[in-house]
């Protein structure tokens, strides 16, 4: 099955683009967050494409005046991984690993966007991320991570939001590999289905540097991947194997109150949380029905909207968020000022925190 892809250099077998290895649970993804220097504007969008099951699927989310709005698009990938639209939104890349531009067109949200991402460094290659269950290939994928600035505008019905590089940052993320995607196996392990993900993600924006740090950790607290990186914008940057993570977090919950995580003797990251969310099942995560790499005909669109002050924090659909977050940067006796977002899955038992069953909150 040949396609646009196959005139390009990047084939990674003998056989045609088309054709992404033998596991159904291929994937190949783009992420990209963006916020102003309040968060009190927030939108995300993600595209990810599903060889194996023959489908690609896309959403761009919205958080405006306590409301996320939510626009998911799904289609029939025919082979071709070279088209990045699904409905109304898209992505071009205009400059590989520097420049990329998302495109919302008119549709029953009433919402519209054009927004260009501009890096402000090399993007970061995380470690590997692989883990089984039992015997059971349950990940097995790369990410790269790269911080950046927001240009561009917004639509929302007749509120045009004017979206510029001084007042709006984010990060945007690539990853492909394998993790669970579309239908559930219906023979899961026989120790049954994953019951422990302890997850934490934090990329943070600095006038001058750029930072990121993330854990994920067995249900003993040991992790099984965990980094740091610090990037200075004059292109210097240092990578730290074993951050220590100090958790807080809100009585009666599993939301964090403060992370502090200690990435070198004089470099710490603190990152306190804002209590208005951004939930991760508008871009698909943990969603019901739309769900990544789910099949919903030949093409389909779906626009919905979470009333952010009176959403059940506690629904595990709602488990996977997105804090915005006001951060410092303790590096080498000096003390910086930044704005990121403290990426939360923390599920099942994880002994540092205190948890020891599926969703039972700190105390």
């Given at each position: ?357 599926l969703l039972d909150p700190a105390s």
């Amino acid at each position: 099955m040949l396609s646009a892809g196959d005139d390009y250099p990047l084939h990674q077998t003998p056989e045609p683009i088309a054709y992404a290895g033998s596991d159904r649970n291929f994937y190949d993804r783009y992420f990209f967050n963006g916020y102003n220097a309040d968060g009190s504007v927030f939108f995300a969008a993600a595209m990810g494409f599903y060889p194996q099951l023959g489908i690609v699927d896309a959403a761009f989310c919205l958080t405006l005046d306590g409301i996320q709005h939510n626009l998911r698009a799904s289609r029939h990938l025919g082979g071709d991984r070279m088209q990045l639209s699904v409905g109304p939104i898209k992505i071009e890349i205009m400059e590989p690993l520097k420049n990329l531009r998302i495109t919302v067109l008119g549709n029953d949200s009433g919402i519209t966007a054009s927004l260009t991402f501009t890096a402000r460094h090399s993007p970061i290659e995380e470690p590997r991320f692989t883990r089984r269950n039992d015997t059971r290939m349950f990940m097995d994928y790369t990410r790269m991570t790269q911080n950046g600035v927001w240009s561009g505008e917004i639509v929302k019905d007749a509120q045009k939001i004017a979206v510029a590089p001084d007042g709006f940052m984010g990060t945007r993320d690539r990853s492909w590999g394998i993790r669970p995607i579309g239908t559930p196996d219906p023979q899961p392990p026989a120790s049954g289905n994953l019951s422990q993900f302890f997850w934490l993600w934090a990329p943070c924006n600095f006038a001058d540097y750029a930072c990121f740090a993330h854990t994920n950790d067995d249900g003993s607290g040991k992790p099984w991947n965990r980094r740091a990186v610090v990037y200075e914008l004059d292109g210097k940057h240092s990578e730290f194997e074993r951050p220590e993570f100090e958790l807080e977090y809100v009585g009666g919950s599993r939301r964090l109150r403060e992370a502090r995580i200690q990435l070198a003797e004089r470099t710490c990251l603190t990152l306190t949380p804002s209590p208005m969310n951004f939930y991760m099942n508008g871009l698909g995560y943990t969603h019901p029905v739309w769900g990544h790499g789910m099949d919903h005909g030949p093409e389909d669109f779906a626009y919905d909207w979470i009333d952010l002050a009176g959403i059940n924090d506690g629904d595990p659909s709602n488990m996977h968020i997105q804090a915005f977050s006001n951060a410092l940067l303790e590096v080498e006796g000096e003390t910086k000022k930044g704005t990121g977002v403290l990426e939360q899955l923390l599920i099942g038992p994880h002994a540092p925190s205190g948890f020891s069953d599926l969703l039972d909150p700190a105390s």
